[in-house]
């Protein structure tokens, strides 16, 4: 397949996905580099969620042909749990609710549990404590949320901050935040693209799938690719972002088809 | 989607811990029902004739009844003819200290967990240790009797406490009560008793191991703990058997009863062998247990975790007798291969200002079937009488079932009773996000399911709480590992 450049951190080709028998993405290639930030957009049904699914190893997706390589290594035929301990971190669109599960448990075990698999010493009680309060007090989520159940009943800004303090914890290398902007007001949407922002680095590269291009206003991205029916059709700079937002999706839609 | 389900049922595969079998020389009666067996397990454990009498009754009334058909359960009929009423390690009898007791049946314990050296044992924790038919060993006797606390076995105390027993034997679970409680008042073995004099705090928790060794066996106890004005007492038992491919009775009767101001606390980790993953094999657990809250202000509370047997049916009740009394129940039931459990509990609220509180987990995972009973009555002098009552469900999988068949009775009008009960499911999204997070799957299923329980395993003394945990661990561990 393609040779990797040297500082590239995930590269997909010819990436092709059924669900359910029928295929969503149709041979999609796309190169991510270190640090870099790319977003994905695209009309609705048009593959994004199949492919952070995909790629984090959701069961029922499944691949008929081509890669993805992360760091070089074959991503596709790890486990899921196997994938998280290599870095590859998926902000949910919709985070589900562990009712009785401690959310500082649950980081706690997830934040163990990954540094287990990577060979590192696992945290004690005291030291993940400070950890969390700390990377909580970043991302501006209530410290009272910690001692609640994973989730439950909290607001969707409450969710979303949850998703990226996670994220803040596990440090991941490649981190995957989908529609993280859907169902923000525009004072909790500052606060979460503030805590994506903190969390850019040389050594960690995102992609941010989303409908509306005012998350980008926030987020500034280094590419953005328009997906549809299950490909990569545009890429571009932010420029991009604003044209759709300006025009739609028709006209690239007419153009690929075209 | 498949793929995820099959994971899960992979997951729920048993890994029973306990199935080893003791190579021990028995004294075995061969297997049948007659009043001769009866007048044979008498004279094994030398009972006065009274005690004979009260058997042979319990059997005449047996005779007449039938088994009762009402429970969420299916099985084939039970020979009664088939099973064996009697066995006792041989070397045993008359033990009066460790070192005559056989070293297999101390080895046996201790690969389960119990030392019944008082040097190695739990602290704080004393033990009577049940082997088939008979009570093997009692530890920590001289502190308890100490405080005037009396735990020995049941067949001991028959000969030794008369009064105690005449007074109290039967008299909450009566010989008449039900098929089971009439069969068992016939041929009880063994079991415990235990005896807390007024204003006694017992100095330490109690025990009883229950262990099934012998082929073609039926285990019939018979528990008896008596708390007297002002005192308390927390009490718990746990249950195994090795694995079999026929399946084995348990037939027990457990009575409690609580003097003004007393409290019983009786907790239970149930891990009779449940058979294999096609239903072979497995123990029938089918007990009656009931506690009478004979006293003003006094409380009784049933904690249970029920992970084993075939077939699990038991209703641990209270009578709430005395004006203000107390009753709680906290179960976890899990149903899992071709398990199947029909659990709950009765509140009879008869004094006034009574307070019951029922809190019901129930598991179902691969074919297991959990049914929650419960009955709440409210007598018609129960004035300001309360009960919470709340039955939870979680399935595992897809070919497991949840029923829950609550049963209110309310005769006073001024009366409040609340039933909650919600069913939930594991979900693949749940399960997905756990492993997103890094989590194994199983390390997921237990994190999810222990979360479920949190408000049961709370109740359980810390040592029992830590072990239930592991158990339900094990119970639901699968090939993986």
């Known amino acids: 397949m393609n040779q990797m450049k040297p500082n590239t951190m995930l590269s997909i080709n010819n990436l092709t996905v059924e669900v359910e028998g029928k295929t969503i993405l149709h041979g999609l290639d796309l190169e991510i580099g270190k640090g870099e930030i790319h977003a994905i957009m695209g009309p609705n049904g048009s593959g994004k969620s199949t492919l952070s699914h995909t790629l984090s190893g959701r069961d029922g997706y499944q691949v008929t042909a081509g890669e993805a390589l992360l760091d070089g290594e074959d991503l596709l035929s790890l486990e899921t749990e196997e994938r998280a301990h290599r870095g ?70 409450e969710k979303k901050r949850n998703e990226i303090l996670q994220m803040a914890l596990l440090e991941p290398q490649l981190a995957i935040l989908d529609e993280t902007d859907s169902g923000l007001d525009i004072d909790a949407l500052r606060i979460v693209a503030d805590g994506i922002n903190a969390l850019r680095s040389p050594d960690r590269s995102i992609i941010l799938i989303t409908h509306y291009q005012r998350l980008l206003d926030y987020i500034e991205p280094d590419f953005v690719h328009v997906l549809s029916e299950g490909r990569i059709v545009r890429s571009g700079d932010k420029q991009l972002a604003l044209k759709l937002e300006e025009q739609g999706y028709g006209w690239i839609t007419q153009e690929a088809a075209a | 989607m498949l793929a995820n389900e099959q994971t899960v049922e992979e997951l729920v595969q048993e890994s029973y811990q306990h199935g080893f079998v003791t190579d021990i020389e028995s004294d075995t009666l061969p297997p049948g029902l007659s009043e001769e067996t009866i007048r044979l397990i008498s004279a094994k454990k030398s009972e006065p004739s009274w005690m004979l009498e009260n058997r042979l009754k319990a059997y005449r009334r047996w005779l007449t009844m039938v088994d009762p058909e009402w429970a969420h359960v299916e099985y084939p009929e039970i020979d009664f003819q088939a099973i064996s009423y009697y066995s006792a390690p041989k070397q045993n009898q008359g033990a009066k200290s460790l070192d005559e007791i056989d070293p297999e049946l101390l080895d046996a314990y201790n690969k389960l967990g119990i030392p019944l050296d008082e040097q190695k044992a739990l602290s704080g924790i004393a033990v009577d240790a049940v082997f088939d038919s008979v009570s093997v060993a009692t530890t920590f006797r001289q502190n308890l009797a100490d405080a005037g606390v009396i735990f020995c076995p049941i067949s001991e105390a028959i000969r030794e406490h008369r009064e105690l027993i005449q007074q109290y034997l039967g008299s909450v679970v009566p010989y008449t009560d039900n098929f089971y409680a009439s069969l068992n008042a016939a041929v009880f073995t063994d079991g415990t008793f235990v005896y807390i004099p007024k204003g006694v705090k017992c100095p330490m928790e109690l025990s009883t191991y229950f262990r099934i060794n012998e082929a073609k066996t039926g285990q019939f106890e018979r528990t008896l ?94 009578i709430l007798r005395g004006d203000n009394s107390v009753g709680e129940f906290y179960s976890v039931a899990v149903a899992r291969g071709m398990q199947q459990a029909d659990t709950g509990t009765k509140m009879i609220h008869m004094g006034k200002n009574t307070r019951s509180t029922i809190v019901s987990k129930g598991i179902s995972a691969a074919r297991g079937q959990n049914t929650y009973r419960g009955l709440v009555r409210i007598g018609q002098n129960a004035e300001n009488a309360r009960n919470h009552s709340q039955c939870d469900s979680l399935l595992i999988g897809d070919k497991c079932g949840a029923h829950t068949f609550p049963y209110l009775e309310v005769r006073n009008p001024t009366a409040q009773v609340e039933h909650e009960a919600t069913t939930s499911k594991i979900s693949e999204d749940q399960l997905f996000y756990c492993r997103q997070r890094g989590l194994s799957e199983e390390n997921a299923v237990s994190m999810i399911v222990n979360g479920f329980c949190k408000e049961v395993f709370n109740e359980l003394p810390m040592e029992f709480a830590v072990e239930a945990q592991k158990l339900l661990n094990i119970t639901l561990e699968g090939a993986v590992g």
Not at chain 1, 96 to 104: D, I, K, R, W
Not at chain 1, 105 to 114: K, Q
């Open chain 1, 88 to 157: 590859v971190f998926l902000a949910m669109q919709y985070p589900v609710e562990l009712p009785g599960v401690n959310n500082m448990t649950f980081m706690r075990e997830s934040l163990n549990a990954v540094r287990r698999a990577r060979g590192e010493e696992e945290l004690d009680a005291v030291s993940f404590i400070k950890l969390v309060r700390a990377k909580a007090a970043e991302v501006k989520l209530d410290p009272k949320l910690l001692k609640r159940d994973v989730n439950s009943g909290f607001s969707g800004g």
């Open chain 2, 225 to 318: 703990i008596i708390a007297e004005a002002g005192s308390s007492v927390s009490y718990l038992e746990g249950c195994t058997a090795p694995m079999r491919d026929e399946n084995q009775l348990h037939a027990a009767v457990v009575e409690l009863i609580a003097m003004d101001d007393a409290s019983i606390k009786y907790s239970t980790v149930q891990n009779w062998y449940p058979g294999d993953e096609n239903g072979k094999g497995g123990i029938y657990n089918f007990v009656t247990k009931r506690g009478d809250c004979r006293g003003d202000r006094s409380r009784i509370s049933w904690t249970q975790v029920e992970t084993g047997s075939a077939i699990t049916w038991k209703y641990p009740s209270c």
